[in-house]
């Protein structure tokens, strides 16, 4: 079923992120969905769309390989319509996060995220020290038939301890950017995911 402003998922997301600032969903977006956004990111890797990611922002960005690993291309409007219809799905969750808890949500920026095995991603936090526009960090993963002996779980640092989300096709993984440094972990196969976030009116501090 496809999540709406009103439906259960995004509630259980808005409880969530109130109660404890993140959120894991598993099976939150349809197989059909998944399966067509995770073929457009193979072509889009075939055809050499997606690019080294860097790290930092504005002038001050670098291809670190020793910090991050992904290959990734961004999401726009007209691309296709299953990346069409996931911007209308984080769209209707942006509404609901706003109508719930006051965020003040103005846009979503998002990209395909492709590790190649053994890939990984240093402990980091998503909101720039020079830009706090980034609020909530949104991660869906494509991966079909993802087991827990191939790694490359997103670890989250929170106050309790360290939590590994496994990157299992389908599910969501709800953050606020601010709070909790993450990294993602290698993996022995290639790891596919959409990473995304909600950023409120800002700009560069």
Known sequence: ??????????????????????????????????????????????????????????????????????????LEPGQSAASDAYLALMDELRQRLNLELYLGLEDFECHFALYPPGAFYQKHLDRFRDD????VSVVAYLNAHWQAEQGGALRLYLAEGERDVLPEGGSLAVFLSAEFPHEVLPATRERMSIAGWFRRRGGPL
């Open 132 to 135: 706090d526009r980034r609020t």
């Open 1 to 74: 079923m496809t999540p709406s402003p009103e439906s259960p998922l995004t509630a259980l997301i808005v409880d969530d992120l109130a109660n404890q600032g993140w959120s894991h969903q598993r099976l939150a977006l349809p197989a059909e969905l998944t399966a067509n956004l995770a073929e457009e990111c193979r072509v889009r890797s075939a055809d050499g769309s997606l690019a080294p990611a860097s790290v930092g922002r504005g002038e001050g960005q670098q291809i670190r390989e020793g910090v991050r690993g992904d290959r990734i291309h961004w």
